[in-house]
């Protein structure tokens, strides 16, 4: 347990926004771009960005989850740390677990966070709003699951590998994206458990699938 939560603690320096030697605030920056310009791109009708803005903001929650894939695996393997991991009995699955966690917490928060401004921006109401934090909270973890599972399986790959790693979670977020933002046409409830129920499966799968194609590119 403690080399897990010392491994927790090096991984979130490394991911944290704003954490000394760690990740940036890019994931963050584009969210609120995203919402930034969404109103520019499609005109100034309220009934519009009302209808839309919530999956706008599901899209822009996925690609945040998308831009630190290449760091989350690639670095360690090059420097040999999977293997300093190995001898000291920790598996490859609860590195991944750890990793995951981490990963969440990178950018999860804090999407759910700028989801505040960029509901205004784009034009969502309270009741809304609600909803669509309910669906993220449920489905981020799920995104950080797949975002896990791809840059494990690309680890090994050269040049191209974090842009494959980028086209491959998005056809696999596909029904997530699909509940979450369904979830605001419907009421919420339904369309937020399957959200849940396929978060929690993906989660749930995560550290063996990651785990497996890291062993894997290490035996290669």
């Avoid at 890019?26 to 309220?46: E, H, I, K, T």
């Amino acid at each position: 347990m403690s080399a897990a939560l010392a491994l927790l603690r090096r991984d979130l320096a490394r991911l944290l926004p704003g954490t000394q030697g760690g990740g940036t605030l890019l994931p963050l920056l584009f969210f609120l771009a995203v919402a930034m310009l969404y109103p520019f791109a499609v005109g100034p009708n309220p009934t519009l960005l009302a209808g839309t803005g919530g999956g706008v903001i599901w899209v822009a929650a996925l690609l945040a989850a998308i831009l630190p894939l290449d760091r989350l695996f690639a670095p360690d393997l090059e420097a040999g740390m999977f293997d300093q991991w190995a001898l000291r009995g920790l598996s490859e699955e609860l590195v991944v677990a750890v990793r995951l966690i981490a990963h969440w917490l990178s950018f999860g928060p804090f999407v759910m966070l700028a989801a505040l401004p960029a509901s205004a921006l784009v034009g969502i109401d309270g009741a809304t709003l609600r909803v669509v934090e309910l669906g993220l909270l449920a489905g981020t973890p799920g995104l950080a699951a797949i975002g896990i599972i791809i840059a494990a399986v690309t680890v090994g790959l050269r040049g191209g590998g974090a842009a494959l790693a980028g086209l491959l979670v998005i056809p696999l977020a596909v029904p997530l994206l699909i509940f979450g933002a369904g979830a605001l046409s419907t009421g919420g409830e339904g369309g937020l458990a399957l959200t849940a129920a396929i978060s929690l499966v993906l989660v749930a799968m995560a550290p063996f699938a990651g785990g497996a194609a890291i062993r894997a590119s290490r035996e290669g």
